[in-house]
């Protein structure tokens, strides 16, 4: 889950906390007439390390295409009152998918204590029966755990967003890497967009270079990650 800060209050009305983007490099590979994933990043915090593992990529001959991915996540927190939980059994009552987002989740959590996410509101209410029943049971804890009775619920949702912003890819007969730069198309993602177009690589001189020649391998030239 992105680094968001529950700690605070929640406003009233719930505003939407934008979470820092975080970024994927994938790699794929030709095999006969089909394409399959070479190497697939987690989400990386750093553009410079987006950066490096595309070089990576680039150095492997046998890679034909890279694809850089954005991730962005956007959190609307709001209180919510022991009545307004969903039913026994009920799961999280979801919110449509904004236009341009991949997937909503909603979760709940009681604020500044206990699990980071709660998923139902059976979950809750067994957190706040174990808060009850062993809140003073030990000398030690009986600050460590809040009253269940004045304790702040937390309703939860994320918004997550997937778009790519880098696509390179190997031109026919040619050790240059080409690259397609995309800013985000949606709104949350927009001040958070680092990535620039590259420069446009020379022309090809139809000679192949030294090293390529003596290695008889096409040698890639990423413009994107220099």
């Known amino acids: 889950m992105?680094?968001?800060?529950f700690s605070s209050p929640p406003s009233q009305p719930p505003?939407?906390?934008p979470g820092p983007s975080r970024w994927s490099v994938t790699s794929y590979r030709p095999v006969g007439r089909r394409e399959f994933v070479d190497y697939r990043t987690l989400q990386l915090?750093?553009?410079?390390?987006?950066?490096?593992?595309?070089?990576?990529?680039?150095?492997?001959?046998?890679?034909?295409?890279?694809?850089?991915?954005?991730?962005d996540c956007v959190a609307t927190v709001g209180r919510i009152a022991r009545d307004c939980l969903p039913g026994l059994g009920a799961p999280a009552a979801l919110p449509p998918v904004p236009t341009g987002a991949?997937?909503?989740?909603?979760?709940y959590r009681v604020r500044n204590f206990g699990p980071p996410v709660l998923r139902s509101g059976d979950a809750v209410r067994d957190r706040l029966a174990w808060m009850a029943s062993n809140r003073g049971r030990h000398p030690y804890n009986l600050?460590?755990?809040?009253?269940?009775?004045?304790?702040?619920?937390?309703?939860?949702?994320?918004?997550r967003y997937k778009h790519t912003v880098?696509?390179?890819?190997?031109?026919?007969?040619?050790?240059?890497?080409?690259w397609?730069?995309?800013?985000?198309?949606?709104?949350?993602?927009?001040?958070?967009?680092r990535f620039t177009p590259p420069k446009d690589p020379a022309p090809e001189s139809g000679r192949r270079r030294p090293e390529a020649a003596a290695t008889g391998r096409k040698r890639l030239h990423c413009t994107w990650c220099g």
Not at 2 to 5: E, L, R, S, T
Not at 166 to 178: C, K, L, M, N
């Open 102 to 107: 991949n997937e909503v989740k909603r979760f």
């Open 143 to 159: 600050t460590d755990i809040p009253d269940p009775e004045s304790a702040e619920l937390l309703e939860v949702t994320l918004v």
């Open 45 to 71: 915090d750093s553009v410079d390390v987006a950066r490096s593992h595309c070089a990576a990529a680039v150095s492997r001959p046998w890679v034909d295409r890279i694809v850089v991915t954005q991730h």
């Open 180 to 193: 397609d730069v995309m800013a985000p198309a949606h709104g949350p993602a927009a001040k958070e967009y």
């Open 166 to 178: 880098a696509v390179g890819f190997r031109r026919p007969g040619s050790h240059i890497v080409a």
């Open 15 to 17: 505003r939407e906390q």
């Open 2 to 5: 992105p680094d968001f800060d």
